[in-house]
């Protein structure tokens, strides 16, 4: 009987997994400034196990896959940037939870949240031409290291963060706003529009 759900059953379990972690990670984030593995593992793990139980191997493959794609732009700022790796496990971890279709709907929402955030942030503390000059220089050095012109030095990110004057966002407060918007976006209207 508990294995008979349907399937707006099981995407009710997985968004409700899913807001529930990432609203206790933005809260230690908030709060310490990192997201534990004690939180994050678990949930990766149970990712797994609840796409397998309800989806099979077909979908514990999928699960995998947007594991990796998830948390892949999180390691690349993490390589790159420097800072903790909580939001690329926490990425993954979701991405475990909720499949190719719904995870990279929600990475596309939680980027725009993201973005969003450290705009309101650098416009409070008026430091928005800084922001964008570092993004727009960020994108053009990895677009060179990409092509293979330059080596990119991540010493020189973390530079331009320190002289940024405290503008760090816990981007765990961004995963959840993320997560809830693509959420009530995929409960209202369903994700089957976007695609």
């Known amino acids: 009987m508990f294995l008979n759900l349907t399937d707006e059953s099981v995407a009710v379990i997985q968004w409700g997994a899913v807001m529930c972690t990432s609203l206790v990670a933005a809260g230690f984030d908030l709060r310490q400034r990192r997201i534990p593995n004690a939180l994050t593992f678990p949930m990766l793990a149970t990712g797994f196990v609840f796409t397998g139980i309800f989806g099979g191997l077909a979908s514990l493959a999928e699960a995998a896959g947007a594991c990796v794609l998830l948390s892949l732009p999180y390691v690349?700022?993490?390589?790159?940037?420097?800072?903790?790796?909580?939001?690329?496990?926490?990425?993954?971890?979701?991405?475990?939870?909720?499949?190719?279709?719904?995870?990279?709907?929600?990475?596309?929402?939680?980027?725009?949240?993201?973005?969003?955030?450290?705009?309101?942030?650098?416009?409070?503390?008026?430091?928005?031409?800084?922001?964008?000059?570092?993004?727009?220089?960020?994108?053009?050095?990895?677009?060179?290291?990409?092509?293979?012109?330059?080596?990119?030095?991540?010493?020189?990110?973390?530079?331009?963060i320190k002289q940024s004057g405290g503008l760090e966002l816990p981007y765990g407060v961004a995963i959840f706003a993320g997560v809830c918007i693509a959420a009530l976006i995929t409960g209202i209207w369903g994700v089957e529009w976007i695609w």
């Open 76 to 160: 690349l700022l993490f390589v790159f940037v420097g800072g903790g790796a909580g939001d690329a496990k926490l990425m993954g971890a979701i991405g475990a939870w909720l499949g190719l279709k719904y995870g990279l709907f929600a990475l596309v929402c939680v980027i725009i949240a993201g973005g969003g955030l450290g705009i309101a942030k650098a416009v409070s503390r008026k430091q928005l031409k800084f922001v964008l000059t570092s993004v727009f220089v960020s994108i053009y050095a990895i677009i060179l290291l990409l092509i293979g012109r330059r080596k990119v030095r991540p010493a020189n990110f973390e530079t331009d």
